[in-house]
C-alpha cells in the first residue's frame, strides 16, 4: 500500500510540472530588434504622417514598423498594426483619397497604364496636393512585400510621374516629397452612391451611374479661395433628374438628358466641401467623361 500511494504522489508531482511548464513564459527573441536606417531618416523628415507601403500583412513588417514608430513619432497610413489607433472618420478619409487610394490598394494594373483619377484628375497633379492636406512628405516602400509587378506600379507613380529619387536601404525605398512640388491645389474625393464607375474602351470615355444619391468632397489645400468648374456629359442611355446640391444650395439641374456637357462652377474656400449628386425618378443617372478644373484663384 505504501509502495503504491508513493507511486501515485511522483505521478501526480509530474503532472502538476508538465502543466505549469506549459503556462511557464520563457521570452525568446523571434527577430531582431534593429530597424533599418530608413526609419532614422524619417524621423527627421518633415511632415507629421508617414505613408508605409504595402499595408503590411506579415508580422515582420508590421512589428518592425510598429516597433519604429515609437522612434520616428509620426501618424502612420498604411500599416494594418498601426491603422487600429485611426479613428474610423480619419482612416475613411484616408483611404478615399485619389491616388493614395491606389497606392495602399495597389491596384497595379490601373497605376501602370497612368489611370485618370475620377473626373479625370492625373496622378501628377493630385497626389502632390493630397500628401499636403494630410501633411505627408515621406512614402516608405517595402520591396520585400511586394511582387514584381506592385514594385513596378508603385515606382511608375513616385518615380516617373512625379520624378521622385529613393533612398535605398536593406529592403526599402524611402521617398522624400519636396514642398514645392504642389499641384493646383485643389482635388476631389468619389464617396459612396457611385455606381459602375469605369472607362469604356470602345466609347472610349468614363461612365459612372446614380441610383438615388452619390457624393463627393472637393478639397482646397491652399490658403487662396480658388474657383472650380464641374463639368460632365449626359449620354442618351441615362435616365432619371438630376440634381447636384452643396449643402442648401442646388448649384445643378437637369430635368432633360442632353447630349452636350453641361457644367457649373463656384468658389471653393479653403478646406474641405461635400457635393451631392440626387437622382430624382427611377432608373439609373449616368454622367460621362466627367472633370474637375480649376479656373482661377481668387
Request: a neutral charge; aromatic letters at 6%.
Amino acid at each position: 500500500v505504501l509502495k503504491d500511494q508513493v507511486s501515485r504522489g511522483r505521478a501526480t508531482i509530474a503532472v502538476l510540472l508538465i502543466i505549469l511548464l506549459e503556462f511557464l513564459f520563457i521570452p525568446v527573441p523571434s527577430q531582431s530588434a534593429a530597424l533599418p536606417d530608413a526609419y532614422d531618416a524619417i524621423a527627421e523628415a518633415p511632415g507629421a504622417v508617414l505613408i508605409e507601403i504595402p499595408a503590411a500583412t506579415n508580422y515582420v513588417v508590421a512589428s518592425r514598423a510598429l516597433y519604429a514608430s515609437r522612434r520616428h513619432n509620426k501618424q502612420v497610413i498604411g500599416n494594418i498594426a498601426l491603422e487600429r489607433a485611426l479613428d474610423d472618420e480619419a482612416l475613411t478619409e484616408a483611404r478615399s483619397l485619389p491616388v493614395l487610394r491606389q497606392l495602399l490598394y495597389l491596384r497595379t494594373t490601373h497605376l501602370l497604364k497612368d489611370r485618370m483619377e475620377f473626373f479625370a484628375q492625373s496622378p501628377a497633379d493630385t497626389l502632390p496636393d493630397v500628401l499636403r492636406w494630410i501633411d505627408g512628405r515621406v512614402i516608405l516602400v517595402h520591396q520585400d512585400s511586394l511582387s514584381l509587378v506592385q514594385l513596378r506600379a508603385v515606382q511608375h507613380v513616385l518615380e516617373k510621374n512625379l520624378g521622385l529619387v529613393p533612398r535605398r536601404d536593406e529592403d526599402t525605398l524611402l521617398y522624400v516629397v519636396p514642398e514645392n512640388l504642389r499641384g493646383d491645389g485643389v482635388f476631389l474625393a468619389r464617396d459612396g452612391g457611385w455606381q459602375h464607375v469605369g472607362y469604356d474602351a470602345k466609347r472610349r470615355a468614363t461612365f459612372a451611374e446614380i441610383k438615388r444619391s452619390a457624393f463627393v468632397t472637393l478639397y482646397n489645400v491652399t490658403d487662396e479661395v480658388k474657383t472650380v468648374e464641374l463639368s460632365f456629359a449626359i449620354p442618351p442611355e441615362s435616365q432619371g433628374s438630376l440634381l447636384v446640391r452643396r449643402g442648401d444650395k442646388v448649384v445643378l439641374e437637369v430635368l432633360k438628358v442632353p447630349l452636350t456637357r453641361v457644367k457649373f462652377s463656384f468658389e471653393l474656400e479653403p478646406g474641405s466641401e461635400k457635393l451631392e449628386f440626387r437622382n430624382r425618378l427611377p432608373g439609373n443617372m449616368i454622367i460621362q467623361d466627367p472633370l474637375l478644373r480649376v479656373i482661377n484663384t481668387k
